[in-house]
């Protein structure tokens, strides 16, 4: 709940600010805000749904079992690769991430998949490789992939 | 956009099927997504107000030439700083960062502006912060910061070494 209230008066506070240096360009911003807003929603909608089903129908057990403890190391490279390969916007992640550990997914399951899906992009690799050379791109992502599992790693061992 | 709308009404029409053949399971279903729901809700406006207002406000230009000037580790936190502030998706970070390597600036201080453009951008930390708690977002935020950094300077050696 504090975390709702810190973040809106932020939000207002920025707004009143940017408000009193450029309101034509604070009005853009809030174009662009809305827009985002908008094209959002369906995804959000959808995750919503998605994590109803799954605290409805897919047992506990489950979900240890392929994300969880029970899933063991072998269970890591599978979450990670899961991460860089779906599209998922990093944004409504976090409740899937959220709904997973509810329901029995470890924290390094979770911290991995998370991590790889925001820190890697197979779709963009190819613009990546244009932009920065093939290898910049390769080593960023490929280097990305092995933090991630560590960091995932950590995460489990510290919380 | 369109992909997203057709995918919603797909996950609707999985609902309604299965919570008609499964009437039982009704509540825990809409309970869960209901509270999931507001739980977004209440941070989703502010998250993007804060998004809309850093594109805006914070031209190209400026991160490009903050990014340019700073030398060594400062560079390298900058550029940290520069890639978390909320302005976009990864596919307008590369351009920026092509650009920066013309200039000269750091092989190691591309590589974590790249890494906190994906990973640590304060939007995705305040969402991060809502769902999974101060713990969980603090310890993966910090670990995150340290494995860029390693991961820039550990690229910039590799490609020195293939340059000498």
Same mark, same amino acid.
């Given at each position: 709940?504090?975390?709702?209230?810190?973040?809106? &008066?932020?939000?207002?506070?920025?707004?009143?600010?940017?408000?009193?240096?450029?309101?034509?360009?604070?009005?853009?911003?809030?174009?662009?805000?809305?827009? &985002?807003?908008?094209?959002?929603?369906?995804?959000?909608?959808?995750?919503?749904?998605?994590?109803?089903?799954?605290?409805?129908?897919?047992?506990?057990?489950?979900i240890?079992?392929?994300v969880g403890?029970?899933?063991?190391?072998?269970?890591?490279?599978?979450?990670? &690769?899961?991460?860089?390969?779906?599209?998922?916007?990093?944004?409504?992640?976090f409740?899937l991430a959220a709904s997973l550990l509810e329901r029995g997914a470890s924290v390094?399951s979770v911290a991995?998949?998370?991590?790889?899906?925001?820190?890697?992009?197979?779709?963009?690799?190819?613009?990546?490789?244009?932009?920065?050379?093939?290898?910049?791109?390769?080593?960023?992502?490929?280097? &990305?992939?092995?933090?991630?599992?560590?960091?995932?790693?950590?995460?489990?061992?510290?919380? | 956009?369109?992909?997203?709308? *057709?995918? *919603?009404? +797909?996950?609707?029409?999985?609902?309604?099927?299965?919570?008609?053949?499964?009437?039982?399971?009704?509540?825990?279903?809409?309970?869960?997504?209901?509270?999931?729901?507001?739980?977004?809700?209440?941070?989703?406006?502010?998250?993007?107000?804060?998004?809309?207002?850093?594109?805006?406000?914070?031209?190209?230009?400026?991160?490009?030439?903050?990014?340019?000037? +700073?030398?060594?580790?400062?560079?390298?936190?900058?550029?940290?700083?520069?890639?978390?502030?909320?302005? +976009?998706?990864?596919?307008?970070?590369?351009?920026?960062?092509?650009?920066?390597?013309?200039? +000269?600036?750091?092989?190691?201080?591309?590589?974590?502006?790249?890494?906190?453009?994906?990973?640590?951008?304060?939007?995705?930390?305040?969402?991060?912060?809502?769902f999974l708690g101060?713990?969980f977002?603090?310890?993966?935020?910090?670990?995150?910061?340290?494995?860029?950094?390693?991961?820039? *300077?550990?690229?910039?050696?590799? *490609?020195?070494?293939?340059?000498?």
């Amino acid at each position: 709940m504090y975390t709702v209230v810190i973040v809106n &008066s932020f939000a207002c506070l920025c707004l009143i600010f940017a408000l009193l240096k450029d309101s034509k360009r604070t009005r853009e911003a809030l174009a662009v805000a809305l827009r &985002s807003f908008l094209r959002i929603l369906p995804a959000i909608f959808t995750i919503v749904i998605f994590i109803g089903l799954l605290m409805g129908f897919v047992p506990r057990e489950t979900i240890s079992q392929v994300v969880g403890k029970e899933a063991g190391l072998m269970g890591m490279p599978i979450v990670a &690769s899961l991460g860089a390969v779906l599209h998922i916007p990093s944004l409504i992640s976090f409740p899937l991430a959220a709904s997973l550990l509810e329901r029995g997914a470890s924290v390094t399951s979770v911290a991995v998949f998370v991590t790889t899906l925001t820190m890697i992009g197979i779709f963009t690799l190819p613009l990546e490789m244009r932009e920065l050379g093939r290898k910049v791109a390769l080593l960023r992502n490929g280097m &990305s992939f092995i933090a991630a599992i560590l960091i995932g790693i950590l995460m489990g061992l510290i919380l | 956009m369109r992909g997203d709308i *057709l995918l *919603l009404v +797909g996950t609707l029409l999985l609902l309604m099927v299965l919570l008609s053949l499964f009437p039982a399971r009704r509540w825990v279903v809409m309970v869960s997504s209901w509270n999931f729901f507001l739980k977004m809700i209440l941070i989703l406006p502010a998250v993007m107000i804060l998004m809309g207002l850093f594109s805006i406000f914070v031209e190209r230009e400026t991160v490009v030439k903050y990014l340019g000037r +700073g030398a060594g580790m400062k560079g390298v936190f900058l550029a940290l700083l520069f890639g978390a502030l909320p302005t +976009g998706p990864l596919y307008i970070a590369f351009p920026i960062a092509a650009s920066l390597l013309r200039k +000269g600036a750091r092989i190691s201080a591309i590589i974590a502006f790249l890494s906190a453009w994906a990973c640590i951008k304060v939007p995705q930390e305040i969402v991060e912060l809502q769902f999974l708690g101060p713990h969980f977002m603090a310890l993966r935020l910090a670990l995150t910061v340290i494995f860029a950094v390693l991961m820039g *300077l550990t690229i910039e050696r590799i *490609l020195d070494q293939r340059r000498l």
